[in-house]
């Protein structure tokens, strides 16, 4: 897809991951919609984000766990632009490792319902549209923990193979719409997401996430006869 003059909605776009794939896509000359939970972060970005390129910003404070708020969000969002042509299912939040019965049940819930509840609900809300535009893509950014099982992390785990198999089931049903999926499965990223749920990591030695970001556009940018369906991106 031809990135300039594109409208990318982004999810926890206000920092991490997030914050730099909306900075690449800005230097494309994209159109941005960024949702996330802080508006001064969100505010920040998006001056980034224009100085850098980016012909439109808008940003969106929500807590995408409140069915109704992010409902609110993607209409708004389909108010403020005139087409929506890529989403991008990046938000995503992390609990401390250890066996299941040390999961408390409110990060159990947030975990299900940030990482993959929200991620469907909005792009439930948004498919209708993206299937008028003719070219579409939906990224989901999933983890290498929606591939690998790995000890300690079986909330976390459970919703990135929920991802992973809505990723693939989506693939199949939108074949023939107009709309490309793929799914980004990456290992660990330097962002604050293990300091957020108190988990001390060796964080300098995973991949940087301004290079992730890097790769998201590389996905999105291929040309027409060429898709990239399933990256996995490890260290």
Known sequence: MELSGKTVVVTGGSDGIGKHICLKLAA?????????????????VAGACASAGAPQVHTYACDI?????LQNTAQTILSDFDGIDILINNAGIWHKTGPLDTIDGETLLATVQT????LMQLTQHLITHLRTRGEAIILNV????????????SVYTATKYGVRGF???LKVDEADSGIRVAGLYQS????????KANEDVPNHIFTEPEDLADVVVFMLSRPPKIWLHDVRVEL
């Open 115 to 118: 990482n993959l509840t929200a």
């Open 142 to 153: 999933a983890s290498k923990s929606g591939v690998v099982a790995q000890a300690g992390q």
């Open 188 to 195: 660990g990223t330097n962002t604050e997401m293990f300091a």
């Open 28 to 44: 494309e000359g994209c159109r941005l919609a960024i949702i996330g939970r802080y508006t001064a972060r969100l505010a920040e």
């Open 65 to 69: 766990r409140d069915s109704g708020a």
């Open 167 to 169: 990723t693939e089931v």
